[in-house]
């Protein structure tokens, strides 16, 4: 990890309104602090970006979203495709009339169901024909469509559409995905028109460093605005990805922002950061927090157990969060009862927990003491790993 | 309904905590603006009381529940009592604390079980015994139970334990529980302890116009802080209701509140606030908001209907809910995804069109012309009957 030096950049078709600063890099690490701007307001870096899939954060209204510290949500392209359908997303004002979000919103591209519904899903190199688990209706996305849809949705940050393969696997079968990815990045740039969207590429290639490497000097050929590196958290272990974070990063130009795609765990967050990643999403503290799953600084807390019946403690007495207003019992309670205001303040915890890391580990990249910052979080949350749990 | 005059009282064990204000009554009816004064803080008459059946207002926070403009909110005592037992929210700091609800919270007594729970409920002039409608376990009230559960509970206003029965019913099974109600409200009183806590008596009697009289005037003497008129909403025609109401409110001292149990629609609140009641609750706002259904004052909409889906209009652009910065498209998006911010916002929107409704009504009373408005939103809703939805 090489720390790098400041710098800023503007790019994209609308100069004025898109821009990244790199305001410091860390001096024991590549944790970086930067801002992305966008027409819709600033994002401090590294941040986390809450999922609100169908253009809500599952169980939180927008204002409460907002006191968790978030500035930039994330939704999704091909849900939201299926339901309402873009052209209904698109004719009711557009994800920001319709969702009440008045910040930065970014859209996925849909090929991460090509992994994640891959029963669904038939790729050919012009694009993917799902069949949808409402219904059984046949949606295409190619890699036009996926830009038209998300141009429809108005999201501000558009992604790729990409290939996205289980991990471990075939070479021949990650190497085939990563090509038609990088095939389907260039489509993706010509296919754009609106100036008021900025689009990142996604950088694929599974576990193998080498090919991650010529995916990344791939796509940094074609100039895009920012960088994710996806197919990650999928499967493979921790380290993989870890390992594979090493490999791509370096390639990738310091002056645009860097997404990890889908991860993750406050652990995977700081590795990240740590290598110099600038923005990441996961659905784990909303879909934990809806089973009764939350963070804290001594690791996670099952809400459901009878430890917590008569405990007239908050669940961390510095927390801002309503949920904090609380006691553990109250919690247990809500949760017991299959009351929804349990899965409410479970899930704004968690992501107030979260906007609070990111804050925290912001602060320390500011004063060099990141890697300080990060041994002490892990070695706090030693407890064990924390499970993603699935409703 | 005659018209009655202005005045004032304090009463019970702690006379400087609780009080009832009589400001004054519409020149056209029996409907009357007070205040009522609590320990907990003041409560404008008439008022309607969100119902948080285990602590918590379906769906939503305290503080959402208190910016919908609700000042008192309802606990249920049988339902507390099974989960998560009353010494479990005595040991978590009894309700307030709880549920983190700072203002007052009244109580029911578990008396409104006995009807709709009938077939898990033994009644005997000792007390009733109710096999869980959780687990099968039994749980026995009895007058004196009820009020050591509240007073466990911590609740500011408690209610008698009385005998419900279904309407229409025999003239004997009807006698029989009044009378046996009028006994256990004497219990009720002599078991009461705390000096923090207000204690109402209930009138039973049925549609038996000639046994409300006498049920009120056998509680009237007991000289209880205030009178609830219980029995009702329980299966009977709205006009039996009122003619009901026609025969009780007037037997009632008017210098004390009075609360019309489990009541009801919107147009049930106006009938009642012109014959004098000054308190009222009911799980409609937040049961029919989590089945799609929102108050307007064009009637009541159902939020599925395909007839919304691209609709950019608000609910009511005059309403200041957060439901009313989305449009109904939104709305109705949200509840074909069976995303829990549908039942949210339905829930939130509806208690604030309650507590619109109230708070325009304590105008018109000061203005005397609380006919006129009555008149007016009757034949804005004429759109037909609002159905009570069940889940």
Same mark, same amino acid.
């Given at each position: ?15 004025? %309104? ?10 024991? %690490? ?7 701007? /966008? ?6 870096? !590294? ?5 609100? +899939?169908?253009? $809500? ?10 006191? $968790? ?18 052209? $209904?997303?698109? *004719? ?6 319709? $969702? ?8 996925? %591209? ?13 790729? /050919? ?16 996305? %190619? ?8 141009? #429809? @949705? ?46 990142? *590429?996604?950088?694929?290639?599974? @576990?193998?460093?080498? =090919? ?8 940094? #050929? ?21 390992? /594979?974070?090493?490999? +791509?990063?370096?390639?990738?130009? /310091?002056?645009?922002?860097? &997404? ?9 967050? =700081? ?28 690791? !996670? ?29 109250? @919690? ?12 409410? @303040? ?7 927990? &979260? ?21 002490? #979080? ?14």
């Amino acid at each position: 990890m090489n720390p790098q030096s400041a710098g800023s950049s503007e790019y994209g078709h609308n100069p004025n %309104s898109f821009g990244f600063d790199l305001h410091h890099t860390d001096a024991q %690490s590549a944790a970086r602090r930067a801002t992305l701007h /966008t027409p819709r307001g600033a994002v401090d870096l !590294p941040t986390f970006m809450p999922v609100g +899939t169908l253009g $809500t954060v599952k169980g939180l209204d927008m204002e409460r979203v907002q006191e $968790t510290g978030a500035q930039i949500v994330l939704a999704n392209t091909y849900h939201l495709a299926l339901r309402p359908g873009d052209e $209904t997303v698109a *004719a009711l004002g557009e994800l920001h009339e319709f $969702t009440g979000w008045s910040g930065p919103i970014l859209t996925d %591209s849909g090929g991460f169901q090509v992994f994640s519904l891959a029963e669904r899903a038939q790729v /050919t190199e012009q694009g993917v024909t799902f069949r949808s688990h409402i219904d059984g209706a046949l949606l295409d996305i %190619s890699p036009e469509r996926s830009i038209a849809i998300q141009e #429809k @949705l108005g999201s501000d940050i558009v992604m790729a559409f990409d290939h996205v393969v289980e991990l471990p696997n075939e070479p021949a079968v990650v190497a085939e995905a990563t090509w038609r990815s990088v095939r389907w990045a260039e489509r993706c740039r010509r296919a754009a028109r609106r100036d008021d969207q900025m689009l990142l *590429a996604i950088v694929q290639g599974g @576990l193998d460093s080498e =090919l991650r490497r010529q995916c990344s000097r791939e796509l940094v #050929k074609m100039d895009f605005a920012g960088y994710a590196i996806g197919g990650l958290s999928v499967g493979e272990e921790p380290v993989e990805m870890v390992r /594979t974070l090493d490999a +791509t990063v370096p390639e990738l130009p /310091t002056d645009r922002p860097r &997404y990890l795609m889908g991860v993750g765990r406050p652990e995977d967050l =700081l590795e990240g950061v740590a290598r110099g990643i600038d923005m990441f999403d996961c659905v784990m503290p909303t879909r934990n927090g809806r089973n009764a799953m939350v963070f804290t600084d001594e690791g !996670p807390l099952r809400l459901r157990n009878a430890v917590h019946e008569h405990d007239r403690r908050p669940l961390d007495s510095a927390c801002p969060c309503l949920a904090c207003r609380h006691s553990r019992g109250y @919690l247990r309670h809500l949760f017991q009862a299959k009351e929804m205001l349990g899965p409410i @303040l479970a899930s704004l915890h968690n992501l107030t927990y &979260y906007q609070r890391l990111m804050a925290d580990a912001r602060s320390a990249i500011e004063q060099d003491s990141f890697m300080a910052f990060r041994e002490e #979080k892990l070695s706090r949350w030693k407890a064990g790993p924390i499970e993603y749990v699935c409703p």
